[in-house]
Nanobody
Framework: QVQLVESGGGLVQAGGSLRLSCAAS????????MGWVRQAPGQEREFVCA????????SYADSVKGRFTISRDNDKNTVWLQMNNLKPEDTAVYYC?????????????????WGQGTQVTVSS
């Protein structure tokens, strides 16, 4: 089994920045792509970004391109999400997600491991 633990959420004003972290433990050798999915109140889960295990393949939702950056350190089994120029519409619970199959995919249901989530609130 794989456990994912997020940290780094909080309250920030519009235009500000936050950095989220996600540490994986357990059977980390089975983890391939890792990424972030968010869910705002009353809305469905939304793919944010993901990073491949090997190489530097990444994928971003159009809504965050140019503002968010995902990075990964396999030795530390950790991914980070640097969020800049935050907007009120970025307010959501951010979940770290991982999958054992190959490929950086943008469908939340394709990820089988999930963290508990961390709240990000952006005030206007």
């Amino acid at each position: 089994q794989v456990q994912l633990v997020e940290s780094g959420g909080g309250l920030v004003q519009a235009g500000g920045s936050l950095r989220l972290s996600c540490a994986a433990s357990g059977r980390t050798f089975s983890v391939n792509a890792m990424g972030w999915v968010r869910q705002a109140p009353g809305q469905e889960r939304e793919f944010v970004c993901a990073h491949s295990r090997y190489g530097a393949t990444t994928s971003y939702a159009d809504s965050v391109k140019g503002r968010f950056t995902i990075s990964r350190d396999n030795d530390k089994n950790t991914v980070w999400l640097q969020m800049n120029n935050l907007k009120p519409e970025d307010t959501a619970v951010y979940y770290c997600a991982a999958r054992s199959l190959w490929g950086v995919v943008t469908t939340p249901n394709e990820y089988e491991y999930w963290g508990q989530g961390t709240q990000v609130t952006v005030s206007s």
